[in-house]
Nanobody, 121 residues
Framework: VQLQAFGGGLVQAGGSLRLSCAAS????????MGWFRQAPGKEREFLTT????????YYADSVKGRFTISRDNAKNTVYPQMNTLKPEDTVVYYC???????????????WGQGTQVTVSS
């Protein structure tokens, strides 16, 4: 599975942004999809994940209530809707695919290239 994340950009604090992660291949619907972010010099931080059918989601406390993840298996795409963005959300965001449900980066086998989100105060 090859993943490509896009949709990042500049947004004002309190604003919203929807990222996308497009997957190649016909096996997208077999993978759990997750989103992480990573600041320079820091460990990759788990944000959210969604089950293969899209009916089960899980969020880190840092984004719970602000981010919503969904997927469209017909389009091989997963979307995190990010609301009420804060300057501390400024970082590179990565999508990833895993054969099982989890919040640890090591369970994810495939990673996108990352997309930068910048939130201005």
């Amino acid at each position: 599975v090859q993943l490509q994340a896009f949709g990042g950009g500049l947004v004002q604090a309190g604003g919203s942004l929807r990222l996308s992660c497009a997957a190649s291949g016909r096996t997208f619907s077999m993978y759990y999809m997750g989103w992480f972010r990573q600041a320079p010099g820091k460990e990759r931080e788990f944000l959210t994940t969604v089950s293969v059918s899209g009916d089960i989601t899980y969020y880190a406390d840092s984004v719970k209530g602000r981010f919503t993840i969904s997927r469209d298996n017909a389009k091989n795409t997963v979307y995190p809707q990010m609301n009420t963005l804060k300057p501390e959300d400024t970082v590179v965001y990565y999508c990833a695919a895993s054969p099982r449900f989890g919040s640890e980066s090591y369970v994810y086998d495939y990673w996108g290239q990352g997309t930068q989100v910048t939130v201005s105060s």
